[in-house]
């Protein structure tokens, strides 16, 4: 396995489920993001992760709990959610170090019904 | 509100033709830049970082920056159809930590 690995690929939920989206790096990066990209919308970012240690949570809302056990994992865990949070969920990972770019993984593909 | 600005197209080009894709941000301290390209339903590939002033070449691809102007494009020679994609722009940005702040991305078709 290289590179950034995301699971699942597509996942179709009702609005009362509990469910996680994982990812997984194999670049030995130490930073770790989650982005949701809706349509027509900017990449927005929801979480980093540096060293394991949540470093940033754009104002987003509860009902997403991320989770990072070591520097090459990350989960996000969802509960509760909104139609409004169909989107394409994406993880990427980077050195942290100024000015290193980010490698994506291939994404979730979120549906609430 | 950091921003970067991207003109959402989609620019048509024909093949062959030279694609020029433009993105102004608002952050002046800002010292990274990236693009990436995104294929329909796949998820953002990175193709060129530029870090100072001028111009960096790889292959078909050109990246130019100008800080003081606050602005960087991409420049694709020899367009193909495979090309027709969603080009993202990214500028790096420290803040409570180093991240990157994307443009809503441009789409560009390459008509055969």
């Known amino acids: 396995e290289t590179g950034v690995t995301q699971t699942p690929r597509h996942l179709v939920m009702g609005m009362t489920n509990k469910k996680s989206l994982k990812c997984e790096q194999h670049?030995?990066?130490?930073?770790m993001y989650w982005y949701k990209q809706s349509a027509k919308k900017p990449l927005e970012l929801m979480f980093v992760?540096?060293?394991?240690?949540?470093?940033e949570n754009n104002s987003v809302p509860s009902r997403f709990s991320p989770e990072c056990p070591n520097s090459s994992h990350l989960f996000l865990h969802l509960h509760t959610l909104q139609p409004e949070d169909s989107a394409l969920y994406l993880c990427?990972?980077?050195?942290?170090?100024?000015?290193?770019?980010?490698?994506f993984g291939d994404g979730t593909r979120l549906s609430i019904l | 509100q950091k921003e970067v600005e991207q003109n959402s197209g989609p620019l048509s080009v024909p093949e062959g033709a030279i694609a020029s894709l433009n993105c102004t941000y608002s952050?002046?301290?800002?010292?990274?830049f990236f693009w990436y390209r995104q294929y329909s339903g796949k998820s953002p590939e990175l193709i060129m970082s530029?870090?100072?002033?001028g111009d960096k070449e790889d292959g078909r691809f050109t990246a130019q920056l100008n800080k003081a102007s606050q602005y960087v494009s991409l420049l694709i020679r020899d367009s193909q159809p495979s090309d027709s994609a969603t080009y993202l722009c990214?500028?790096?940005?420290?803040?409570?930590?180093?991240?990157?702040?994307f443009g809503s991305g441009t789409r560009l078709l390459v008509r055969p």
């Open positions: 990427a990972s980077s050195q942290e170090d100024l000015g290193q770019p980010q490698h």
């Open positions: 670049l030995g990066h130490n930073a």
């Open positions: 992760y540096n060293f394991k240690e949540q470093t």
């Open positions: 952050d002046r301290v800002s010292q990274s």
């Open positions: 530029i870090y100072s002033n």
């Open positions: 990214a500028v790096g940005l420290m803040d409570s930590s180093y991240k990157l702040i």
